[in-house]
């Protein structure tokens, strides 16, 4: 009787906790869908709700340690997975071909956003990691370029989780916002698509503001935020030379381990620019099926992140780093309006 006591349960075993840990992740992530139908959240989008219900489970439940496994799998493996797929949302040629103007100017939204989110972090005193994650997503494409952005600079899982939840609220409200003014601005409908697209959070945030804009606005929206995703990757590569010589200065360790998803970021692009649709026959339904997966997948992780979360520590930590963020939205939407 001891004997059978004793002996493991499948159900206790490593993988089961693993797979229990990742469905959680997944169940969340469509409690969340769920509540991103309902109107008013409709506008804030799968990603958030999801880590609204994430760092409320954690609050009133606590942290559930025993699937921990899974839930890791889910914020690490599965994030860079959904990553590595974003990257065929990225036409490298229309980039090149339409878009080297908007190029230029994606530039210098991207070093503006970062340095005054940065600067302004310390005139507040506010955290530094959360302000520089909040500055690369504003500057570049919210949650995905703070996903990409936070194993360089060796982020904890909870300022991740934190700015990602900043990044997507504050970018819902400014892409509203952007909506109500629409008739008000003296643009025509590709001023307007330019402007929404260099200075928008999200592409969820570029696509919701330029509708407004009809066809050619939207399409000149997502064009310039397509620009921005492109510069995600050499981004990346500045971050990664500037923790190296930042850890060779202080005599730390300076192993940075190498974004590998990045390669496979860059592989899809090309092979969605170049070889998908063009040389290999690619579905239109097979490219909307792997966009969902993608959407689905960065959720999961997002909830993986969402748990981590304490709201003591958002309510002392994330206050300053969102108002920095917030200032520096509302002068890089003046920046990118002045430059059309």
Not at 14 to 37: D, E, M, R, S
Not at 53 to 63: C, K, N, S, T
Not at 85 to 98: A, E, H, R, W
Not at 307 to 323: K, N, Q, T, Y
Request: proline share 4%; aromatic share 12%; net charge neutral.
């Amino acid at each position: 009787m001891s004997q059978l006591a004793n002996k493991p349960s499948r159900f206790n075993s490593p993988k089961a906790v693993w797979i229990g840990g990742v469905l959680f992740t997944f169940l969340i992530a469509f409690l969340g869908y769920l509540l991103a139908q309902i109107p008013g959240f409709n506008q804030v989008g799968q990603l958030a709700c999801a880590i609204i219900i994430a760092v409320f489970y954690r609050q009133l439940f606590g942290y559930p340690g025993t699937i921990r496994s899974g839930i890791t799998f889910s914020s690490k493996w599965l994030l860079r997975t959904a990553i590595v797929l974003y990257g065929l949302k990225l036409n490298i040629d229309t980039v090149f071909s339409d878009g080297l103007g908007l190029l230029l100017r994606d530039m210098a939204v991207i070093v503006f956003a970062i340095l005054l989110t940065i600067w302004l972090a310390k005139r507040f005193n506010a955290d530094k990691t959360i302000s520089l994650l909040l500055g690369v997503g504003t500057g570049v494409c919210g949650a995905a370029a703070i996903a990409a952005i936070a194993p360089i600079i060796k982020a904890k899982d909870e300022d991740t989780a934190i700015s990602v939840g900043i990044i997507a609220l504050v970018g819902t409200v400014f892409a509203i916002t952007y909506t109500i003014l629409r008739p008000f601005l003296p643009m025509d409908d590709i001023e307007y698509g330019m402007w929404v697209g260099i200075s928008l959070h999200e592409i969820a945030h570029v696509a919701l503001a330029g509708a407004p804009a009809g066809e050619d606005g939207l399409a000149i929206a997502l064009l310039g935020k397509l620009g921005r995703v492109f510069l995600l990757v050499p981004l990346c590569f500045i971050f990664i030379f500037w923790m190296k010589r930042k850890d060779k200065d202080q005599e730390t360790d300076a192993s940075i381990e190498f974004p590998w998803f990045l390669v496979g970021f860059i592989l899809l692009s090309i092979l969605g620019s170049y070889v998908f649709g063009s040389i290999i026959p690619f579905p239109e339904a097979l490219r909307e099926f792997i966009s969902a997966l993608t959407t689905w997948l960065l959720t999961a992780a997002m909830v993986g992140l969402g748990l981590s979360v304490s709201l003591r520590d958002l309510r002392e930590r994330a206050l300053l780093p969102l108002a920095a963020m917030t200032i520096t939205s509302i002068l890089l939407s003046v920046f990118a309006y002045v430059s059309i």
